[in-house]
C-alpha cells in the first residue's frame, strides 16, 4: 500500500451537492491527520486537522478510522470557492506537523 | 506578522547551471522544511532543518542537491548542474517546535523551469 492514498478525482459537483473524499494511509502508528486545501498554482494550507475519530467545522466534516486506516472529507452545500485540490497528509513523526507525507490530491470543482 | 517568504517566485535555468533558492521562515519559527511539487504530482518531502542543522534529509536526492538554514539569514536550497527533470514547484514551510498541534505555515513557492 503507498503510504497515502487518495481518490482519484476529478470531482465535478453542482453548487450545493454533498461530496466525500477518501484516504488510506500505511503507517498504523500515525496520530494525527490533516486535509490541507490547495488553489492551482498556489501553497497548500491548513484546512482540517484530526487528532481522535473526527472534527467538524461548519460544512466541513473529517472523519478517521484507525482500524481500517483511512480518513475521509465530508463536503455540504458546496460552494464554488470549494473548487479546489483537497490533499490528505500525515505526519512521519508522531504528531508532529513537520515532516508531512501528502497524498496526491483530489480535484474538486463545483459548478454553477 | 510576515508569512513564509520564498524567493525569487519564479526562476529559469538552464541545463548545467546552478539554481539557488531562498526561504524565510515566519518570525519566531526555527523549523523549516523543503518539499518539491512536480507537474500533476503531490507534494514530496525533501529536507527538514532547524537553524545550523540538518533534522531529516531522506527526500533529497543524494546528488547535485543540498539545503542549509544558517544561524542568520534564509533557509537556501541549492540545486547544481540542473536538468530538465528538476522542473517543479519547490514549497517551503516553517513551523514553531514540532508538536500536535503545531501547523506548518507554507510560502508561496518557487517555480523552477529548466530549459
Known amino acids: 500500500r503507498k503510504e497515502v492514498e487518495q481518490d482519484p478525482g476529478p470531482f465535478n459537483v453542482p453548487e450545493g451537492a454533498t461530496v466525500a473524499f477518501n484516504c488510506t494511509y500505511s503507517?498504523?502508528?500515525?496520530?494525527?491527520f490533516f486535509w490541507y486545501r490547495q488553489d492551482c498554482r498556489k501553497e497548500p494550507k491548513l484546512l482540517m486537522s484530526?487528532?481522535?475519530s473526527g472534527n467538524e467545522d461548519g460544512r466541513f466534516t473529517a472523519q478517521l478510522n484507525r482500524a481500517s486506516q483511512y480518513i475521509s472529507l465530508l463536503i455540504r452545500d458546496s460552494k464554488l470557492s470549494d473548487s479546489a485540490t483537497y490533499l490528505c497528509?500525515?505526519?512521519?513523526?508522531?504528531?508532529?506537523?513537520?515532516?508531512?507525507?501528502f497524498g496526491k490530491g483530489t480535484k474538486l470543482s463545483v459548478k454553477p | 506578522n510576515a508569512g513564509v517568504m520564498q524567493n525569487p517566485r519564479h526562476l529559469v535555468r538552464r541545463r548545467g547551471q546552478e539554481a539557488r533558492l531562498r526561504c524565510s521562515p515566519m518570525?519566531?519559527?526555527?523549523?523549516v522544511y523543503w518539499y518539491r511539487q512536480l507537474p500533476e504530482e503531490g507534494l514530496k518531502f525533501m529536507v527538514y532543518?532547524?537553524?545550523?542543522?540538518?533534522?531529516?534529509e531522506s527526500g533529497m536526492p543524494k546528488e547535485r542537491f543540498s539545503a542549509e538554514f544558517p544561524k542568520e539569514g534564509p533557509s537556501i536550497l541549492r540545486i547544481q548542474q540542473v536538468v530538465r527533470g528538476d522542473s517543479a514547484a519547490y514549497f517551503c514551510?516553517?513551523?514553531?517546535?514540532?508538536?500536535?498541534?503545531?501547523?506548518?505555515?507554507f510560502g508561496q513557492g518557487t517555480r523552477l523551469t529548466v530549459v
Open positions: 514551510a516553517s513551523s514553531l517546535p514540532p508538536g500536535q498541534n503545531t501547523e506548518a505555515f
Open positions: 503507517n498504523s502508528a500515525s496520530q494525527s
Open positions: 484530526v487528532y481522535s
Open positions: 497528509v500525515v505526519p512521519n513523526y508522531g504528531g508532529s506537523q513537520g515532516n508531512l507525507i
Open positions: 518570525k519566531g519559527h526555527s523549523h
Open positions: 532543518l532547524q537553524k545550523e542543522n540538518i533534522i531529516d
